[in-house]
């Protein structure tokens, strides 16, 4: 008897497979979109702090600093829009530059130290022995040499000290940079200690400014110059005139125009002086070395004796070397009006 044979059923669950792998494809499609819609706003900020300072070289470039209630202001808000779904666009507050502190180095910090520097010496400034100049760009107090050092030295005397520890007081309160700038008439003087004006000038410039530093003011704002007597206001030909000459010049700088006084000195200096008044060469007097350059273009050489304090921003002309075999300067009495 021939065996029964059973017929094979066709399997009709074969679109299981396919449905199944669809099914995952689709699951882990949605998880991505999820995913990629919502923003972690922790590991946000991170990267765009990142991204700022490698670029602007800033590391707090989200948080905005602390504001007071009368000088707060909105935060810009910068959208970042997403490149794969067209949600809402997610707004990081990047702050706004931080206003200049009042009183630094601008024109509303040089009034006040004009007027300031104004109320406190105006009886000299009233006899002409205090003279204040103001510039969109610096501060000028002019001080004749009468009221501050004796005849031929750089020692200050005993009633200069009351006048500059007063001014002092006034500028250690403000942070702009000071120069402090010696200057002499014509007359020569060869002493051991002071072989020529230069020396000299430079000397009562920088007795200015240790006392300066002395009552107050930080060091690393002074630099000081001699100019000798290669920059006269008036004619060395009348004793008003040397008297003239004879002078301490304190700059205040504006912090923001350090460069223009440099390159204006020789302008200005020509302007006061005018032709009359440029110093004769004479046997004590070399003669001035040929233009030089420099960063900001061509500027006279002068001689000058220069003490410059390393962070003074304005460095002068540096005075002409001399030979050594060059004729030293005769020796001659210091006149009695020096």
């Known amino acids: 008897m021939r065996r029964h044979r ?18 995952t494809l689709l699951l882990a499609f949605f998880v991505v979109m999820y995913a990629v819609s919502v923003v972690n706003e922790g590991k946000f900020r991170v990267m765009s702090e990142s991204l700022l300072q490698a670029f602007n070289g800033n590391s707090q470039v989200i948080a905005p600093p602390p504001a007071s209630e009368g000088q707060r202001q909105p935060a810009a808000a910068v959208p970042i829009r997403h490149s794969v779904n067209r949600s809402n666009p997610v707004t990081l507050p990047l702050p706004l530059q931080r206003p200049p ?3 630094r180095g601008g024109a509303q910090s040089m009034h006040d130290i004009e007027n300031q520097v ?6 000299l400034i009233d006899r002409k022995l205090v003279v204040v100049r103001h510039t969109p760009n610096w501060l000028e107090i002019e001080i004749r040499t009468d009221i501050l050092f004796p005849s031929g030295v750089a020692q200050l005397s005993t009633s200069a000290n009351a ?3 007063n001014l002092a007081g006034i500028l250690a309160r403000f942070p702009n940079a000071l120069r402090v700038e010696g200057f002499t008439d014509n007359v020569p003087i060869s002493t051991a200690q002071y072989p020529s004006n230069w020396e000299l000038s430079a000397a009562r410039a920088a007795s200015v400014a240790r006392l300066f530093a002395m009552t107050g003011v930080a060091p690393d ?3 000081i110059i001699g100019w000798g007597e290669v920059r006269p206001l008036a004619t060395n030909d009348t004793a008003e005139g040397r008297n003239q000459n004879r002078r301490v010049l304190v700059v205040v700088m504006n912090e923001r125009t350090g460069e223009p006084r ?10 006061l002086a005018g032709p009359a008044a440029a110093p004769v060469a004479n046997a004590a007097t070399p003669a001035p070395a ?4 420099s960063g900001a273009g061509l500027l006279p050489v002068v001689p000058a004796v220069i003490a410059v304090h390393p962070a003074d921003p304005l460095p002068a002309a540096v005075a002409p070397a001399v030979p050594a075999d060059a004729p030293h300067p005769v020796a001659r009495n210091l006149s009695p009006d020096r």
């Open 6 to 23: 059973h017929e094979e059923h066709q399997n009709h669950e074969a679109w299981a497979i396919p449905y199944a792998d669809l099914m």
């Open 290 to 293: 040929p233009a030089a350059a």
């Open 118 to 123: 104004r109320k406190a010496l105006q009886p």
């Open 163 to 165: 006048v500059l520890e």
């Open 221 to 223: 704002r002074l630099g």
């Open 101 to 103: 502190a009042p009183g």
């Open 262 to 271: 440099q390159q204006l000195d020789a302008q200005r200096w020509s302007e």
